[in-house]
């Protein structure tokens, strides 16, 4: 991951600053933490594997309350398909494949908007919908996130999300002539850390 290509906090993350900083007015840059993840969790027919993306980008800029609804900045996040890393060579390229990397090298996500959802104690629930885009294929999706400040006073969003890779066209990848299935039920999942732009 290259954290100081970043300008800007991460998409979903981008959306829980206004609510978590209630006093802010100005334009603010963020940028994404080294230490931030996002993965892609799926089974086959004889196991479950891990895909760690390492390397993605996002783009936004904090401007107060009304950077919630996303409309005058859109948030972007960016992910290099062929920098999925499922630790086995041959599961690499087998997705890679699948999600038609040398097409569509990047998967990206663009916010529309994001809503506050109330939820208990410190932490803050955020429904951000978004358009996805993967293998060539844009659909809209939701997803629920959970923020909160961490007291070196950088900002975290966690959250998960269920796809099927057939909604977006693309064919689960198979091995071992046709004998090991990957199914079509993936989970997305991120831990998101975002620091003033230059911390």
């Given at each position: 991951?290259?954290?100081?290509?970043?300008?800007?906090?991460?998409?979903?993350?981008?959306?829980?600053?206004?609510?978590?900083?209630?006093?802010?007015?100005?334009?603010?840059?963020?940028?994404?933490?080294?230490?931030?993840?996002?993965?892609?969790d799926g089974t086959s027919s004889v196991n479950s594997f891990t895909c760690h993306a390492t390397d993605m980008d996002g783009t936004g800029v904090l401007k107060g309350r009304d950077s919630v609804t996303g409309s005058e900045s859109p948030a972007l996040i960016t992910v290099q398909v062929p920098a999925l890393d499922c630790?086995?060579?041959?599961?690499?390229?087998?997705?890679?494949?699948?999600?038609?990397?040398?097409?569509?090298?990047?998967?990206?996500?663009?916010?529309?908007?994001?809503?506050?959802?109330?939820?208990?104690?410190?932490?803050?629930?955020?429904?951000?919908v978004?358009?996805?885009?993967?293998?060539?294929?844009?659909?809209?999706?939701?997803?629920l996130m959970t923020a909160d400040r961490l007291e070196d006073g950088r900002y975290r969003g966690t959250g998960k999300k269920d796809?099927?890779?057939?909604?977006?066209?693309?064919?689960?990848?198979?091995?071992?002539?046709?004998?090991?299935?990957?199914?079509d039920e993936i989970t997305i999942g991120f831990e998101l850390i975002a620091e003033r732009e230059g911390h």
């Open positions: 991951m290259r954290p100081n290509r970043v300008s800007g906090v991460i998409a979903f993350l981008l959306m829980a600053m206004p609510i978590l900083i209630p006093h802010a007015v100005s334009v603010q840059e963020w940028a994404l933490a080294e230490e931030s993840r996002l993965w892609i630790g086995n060579r041959r599961m690499n390229k087998d997705l890679r494949d699948a999600m038609k990397a040398d097409e569509f090298p990047t998967i990206t996500f663009r916010l529309d908007y994001a809503e506050r959802v109330h939820a208990p104690g410190d932490s803050l629930r955020v429904q951000v978004g358009t996805l885009t993967l293998a060539g294929q844009s659909r809209e999706v939701v997803v796809l099927k890779m057939t909604d977006f066209g693309i064919t689960p990848p198979t091995a071992l002539l046709g004998l090991v299935k990957a199914r």
